[in-house]
């Protein structure tokens, strides 16, 4: 048993109704609860919750300062390759895109890695397009083993593994794996990715299974947001996420909230998404999960970002580059795509700290790990 089997068992119009017929009733009933169900998370995202939205956010700071503290963890993520084998038609790493294809050597990654630390980061995101040729499991290992004296914590978000493969990689210091599964739409999922490996699906969709079973630390969840209705797509990773902390409970979870950003390519949102529409989702998750962690992006503006610092969210990116060498800047190379918040780390943290909450640059030690 898989969450293909459990995700079979929904029909995407069928929650799509049962989401926009909620009423402000099943609103204010949801809002009244300390623990919530599923349908009171689809009441919580539905449009009928939109006037209570000041209200969302007031319980969702309350329920994150008490479980979190006044407190943003900091994290980067270091793009070590834009070669890939998939045709995402809304990623400028696109394989029929045509741009040199770079893939960063050990010496390379370790020029990235030192800027970084000079920043003050401790929590590292190794990046890469989807190429097991070019940045398969021995290229991983490789780098972890470079990176392990300098960083507390290192995390990646590549393409998806088999379990001993991901076992393999926990042996050098992995401690969490972020794997989107873009939509829940199962049919439409080929549209956009119509070729590659990624194409496929419940592969992809079995993913975090795969992780759950080979005990890594973290899994990090979500939905690109722009390419189907953000109200459903949410629904299935709140249905997905109460899965797996049911199968594998020793596992910790985080949400992220990516949004379609400007990249080589001419593919344009599906779907709108407001600042208002992102707060709702956000704030809704939190009343949903007061435990998960939720991430919020570069690829949101810093006006935006630093209004959501008390409503919800625990972990920031800082000061990110979306292509390899692009902290070194000894690469002229292919973005995955443009930031909005490209302020550096020091500003943002001093944004932060005005705000009366305190910068995490390190709050995981792999020599505490069992």
């Not at 926009?20 to 689809?42: C, G, I, P």
């Not at 109460?242 to 020793?250: S, T």
């Not at 600042?275 to 956000?282: P, S, T, V």
Request: glycine share 6%.
């Amino acid at each position: 048993m898989s969450f293909y089997d459990e995700i079979k068992k929904y029909n995407w119009e069928q929650v799509a109704t049962r989401i926009y017929s909620k009423t402000a009733d099943d609103v204010k009933r949801a809002l009244s609860k300390d623990k919530l169900t599923l349908d009171d998370f689809q009441a919580l995202i539905s449009p009928a919750a939109e006037p209570y939205l000041e209200l969302m956010a007031r319980k969702s700071m309350q329920l994150t300062q008490k479980r979190f503290g006044k407190t943003i963890q900091f994290y980067v993520p270091i793009y070590v390759s834009n070669a890939c084998t998939n045709s995402c038609v809304y990623c400028g790493f696109n394989h029929n895109n045509q741009f040199e294809k770079t893939i960063l050597t050990r010496q390379q990654v370790l020029a990235e890695a030192d800027k970084l630390r000079e920043e003050g980061f401790e929590h590292l995101l190794l990046v890469s397009g989807e190429s097991s040729k070019d940045c398969g499991v021995e290229y991983f290992e490789e780098m972890m083993e470079a990176l392990s004296d300098k960083f507390a914590l290192i995390s990646i978000e590549i393409q998806p593994l088999r379990t001993e493969e991901y076992k393999r990689l926990t042996h050098h210091g992995l401690n969490t794996v972020y794997v989107y599964q873009e939509t829940y739409n199962e049919s439409n999922y080929k549209k956009y990715h119509p070729a590659g490996r990624k194409s496929n699906y419940q592969y992809r969709l079995e993913t975090p299974d795969r992780l759950g079973e080979a005990g890594v630390h973290k899994v990090g969840l979500g939905c690109l947001i722009g390419l189907e209705d953000w109200r459903v797509d949410s629904f299935f990773t709140a249905l997905h996420l109460q899965y797996l902390e049911k199968k594998y409970w020793r596992t910790k979870y985080s949400i992220s909230f990516p949004r379609l950003r400007p990249h080589l390519g001419a593919f344009e949102p599906n779907y709108k998404t407001s600042h208002r529409d992102l707060l709702q989702i956000i704030c809704a998750y939190r009343l949903f999960n007061e435990h998960v962690e939720l991430s919020l992006s570069t690829r949101e503006e810093p006006k935006f970002r630093d209004n959501m610092l008390k409503l919800g969210v625990t972990a920031y990116s800082a000061g990110s580059k979306t292509n390899p060498g692009g902290y070194s800047g000894t690469e002229d190379t292919t973005e995955q795509f443009s930031v909005h918040d490209d302020r550096s780390p020091a500003e943002i943290a001093s944004v932060i700290k005005k705000q009366g909450y305190e910068v995490v640059w390190k709050d995981w030690d792999r020599y505490m790990q069992k």
